[in-house]
């Protein structure tokens, strides 16, 4: 299989995608980004013109990070810019810049997965350029394992395909950065790829198997997601201790935690933010405090070990439990985090640092009674695995839409991502017009965007006032 098609950029100047249609395209791949993290001038145009003209289409991301934090912003501004538009192909990160030559393969390979993983938990695929130099000497052998799309054409390229050139691996080949095409003036990138991203799973056992593997990768994502929240409280000493004024799924206005808030508050927002609203709900109407969070094993949780005096089988987002007393929430195989005692002052802060605070595990003076494990037992995760409310939507086992993914909702919408807003809405206290409770209808009617705007003038200026919850909303409602 060659699917032949081209890469561009602003450096293409205006484009007309009519006579690049007209000429065959199988693919384009355009530049999203620029230097300084700045949308690329012409992107916003050339993607207009691949879906106008249904050209598929991908992006590629040119970095300049030298560290997990940058490239964690890089691909994060990617997938801002994207807006959860459709793309065919992935998000290609090309990493071969002279300032990330020295780096080490270990801190290398960090920041590609790093960039890997905000792509594929946004739902798009992702995918390597690079020269193909660069691939044989400098990119990490682990790295090797995605879709690597590689460059090599000769000194003086006239714009041809030179076989002898050929990479003999990875996905792609960009053969030349001189070629010719109807409706671009000047050169053009021309590129050939083995791989039709475009094409749907065939049979069911591709089916099940990309199902398999997506169960696997959400319920990762959620117990990463609820140790986030938990650390994150734990660092952030403004939040202390008490059983009197806890929060309680509820981090509009934070205050204080108790052990059980704090391990059920972080579940709750990790299944919000991976699509699992009935669980979220469940955990909320029935799980309030140590005495009643075995309720947990209705949501997807089990238990895995019973009055444990060691930690040895413990693994990352196990919560140890004594039902009569205490919760703590694991952060690794020998590390708890946990909402533990107050420090006695009348202010709801962290004065001390210890009220909510990591550290090594231990055995509780009252024992463990209980080890609960999500595991994902007893949840359906083909409604995740596969967007019902969207015909087009693929799946496939090479980096397809796992996730489910909030899409933008405004009045008249219906779906998944309806149903995901109003579930936030009611956990919010936030009701229709004349106080009239909210509905799981899935579709976004005057009630559900009466209230999605008080919760936006709620925000104080940090949103618009629009009654459209896109991606500014959705990241401010779940961080996501």
């Not at 050339?46 to 964690?72: D, Q, R």
């Not at 459709?86 to 990160?93: C, E, T, V």
């Not at 017009?433 to 799981?440: A, D």
Request: overall charge neutral.
């Amino acid at each position: 299989m060659e699917i032949k098609g081209i890469d561009v950029s602003s450096w293409n100047g205006a484009i007309d995608w009519q006579k690049v249609a007209n000429y065959g395209m199988g693919f384009v791949i355009l530049r999203i980004t620029e230097k300084g993290n700045k949308t690329d001038s012409s992107f916003e145009r050339n993607y207009a013109g691949c879906i106008t003209h249904n050209i598929p289409a991908g992006v590629y991301k040119y970095s300049y990070a030298t560290n997990i934090s940058e490239i964690k912003y890089e691909a994060e501004t990617v997938i801002n810019v994207l807006k959860q538009r459709k793309l065919d192909y992935p998000i290609f990160l090309d990493i071969e810049d002279k300032c990330q030559e020295n780096l080490s393969q270990n801190l290398m390979m960090q920041m590609i997965n790093t960039f890997h993983d905000i792509v594929i938990r946004a739902g798009y695929k992702f995918g390597i350029y690079c020269g193909y130099y660069w691939y044989k000497m400098k990119l990490p052998e682990d790295a090797k394992k995605y879709d690597c799309w590689l460059a090599a054409y000769p000194s003086q390229d006239d714009g041809t395909m030179q076989e002898r050139l050929k990479p003999s691996a990875g996905i792609g080949w960009q053969y030349s950065s001189k070629a010719k095409i109807p409706g671009i003036t000047g050169n053009v990138d021309r590129n050939i790829f083995y791989k039709d991203y475009t094409t749907d799973i065939k049979n069911e056992s591709e089916v099940e198997s990309a199902v398999k593997k997506t169960k696997a990768q959400i319920i990762q994502n959620i117990i990463n997601d609820a140790i986030e929240f938990a650390v994150n409280i734990a660092n952030d000493n403004g939040h202390g201790y008490s059983q009197r004024i806890r929060s309680l799924y509820e981090i509009n206005d934070p205050k204080s935690f108790d052990c059980s808030s704090l391990a059920c508050t972080a579940y709750y927002y990790a299944f919000l933010k991976n699509g699992l609203t009935a669980q979220a709900r469940y955990l909320k109407e029935h799980c309030s405090y140590t005495g009643n969070m075995l309720n947990m094993c209705n949501c997807g949780f089990e238990i895995v070990a019973r009055n444990q005096t060691a930690h040895s089988q413990m693994q990352k987002g196990d919560l140890e439990l004594n039902t009569t007393y205490h919760v703590a929430m694991a952060i690794d195989k020998d590390n708890i985090v946990h909402a533990r005692s107050s420090e006695g002052t009348t202010d709801t802060k962290d004065n001390s640092g210890n009220e909510i605070r990591t550290q090594p595990w231990y055995l509780y003076s009252h024992g463990w009674t209980h080890r609960l494990r999500f595991t994902g037992n007893g949840i359906d995760f083909t409604t995740l695995t596969t967007d019902t409310d969207k015909s087009t939507t693929k799946t496939t086992p090479t980096g397809g839409k796992y996730m489910f993914t909030p899409e933008t909702v405004q009045l008249g919408s219906k779906g998944t991502s309806v149903l995901l807003l109003q579930e936030i809405l009611i956990a919010r206290g936030y009701k229709g017009r004349n106080s009239k409770p909210l509905t799981l209808d899935r579709e976004a009617g005057d009630n559900t965007i009466y209230a999605l705007k008080a919760y936006q003038k709620d925000r104080n200026g940090a949103l618009e006032v629009d009654g459209v919850c896109g991606p500014a909303t959705w990241k401010d409602l779940i961080a996501i």
